[in-house]
């Protein structure tokens, strides 16, 4: 299964914003969406960077309550690992799994598609296994 899979079935929906925008901006979007993160775009919607709870927590820690004027550019984390649309659904789960990690931004080139998080991975294969027993549960008792 691939990433490209994952994301039909989930929906293209992608909630990012801007590295020019506070911090408090990232924290009322995070709020509203009830998310955990958001991937910071440029005006291209090519992916620099994410920012985080963690990241917020680390801003809050080190610079009180003043973080929230600054920009998202200051607190996030760049360079994050990223798959394509084509990348092995095991394979992410791997990297997510080793790296502790709970979403990963597709990409198809340089520009944002989608983010894949351990849930939708979950309920993907979920959906399978539970396809593939009605399949097997029908064959066996139709073959009786």
């Known amino acids: ?5 994952v994301l039909k079935s989930k929906g293209g929906q992608i909630i990012s914003i801007e590295p020019e925008a506070t911090v408090a901006e990232a924290i009322a979007r995070m709020v509203q969406n009830n998310i955990g993160s958001l ?14 709870e963690r990241d917020l927590l ?11 004027g600054k920009h998202v550019a200051e607190f996030m ?10 990348a092995n659904v ?8 080793e790296r502790r990690i709970a979403k990963v931004p597709v ?3 340089a520009k944002l598609v989608g983010i894949v998080s351990v849930g939708d991975v979950i309920k993907v294969l979920y959906d399978n296994v539970q396809s593939e027993n009605q399949h097997l ?6 073959s009786m």
């Open 77 to 86: 984390s760049r360079d994050p690992v990223t798959c394509e649309l084509d």
């Open 107 to 109: 990409l198809d080139g």
């Open 58 to 68: 680390r801003g809050i820690h080190n610079h009180g309550e003043k973080i929230c």
């Open 90 to 97: 095991n394979d992410v789960m791997g990297q997510m799994s």
């Open 137 to 142: 549960m029908s064959y066996i008792h139709g």
């Open 39 to 52: 991937p910071v775009v440029d005006a291209q919607d090519h992916l620099i960077g994410i920012i985080s």
């Open 1 to 5: 299964m691939h990433v490209r899979d």
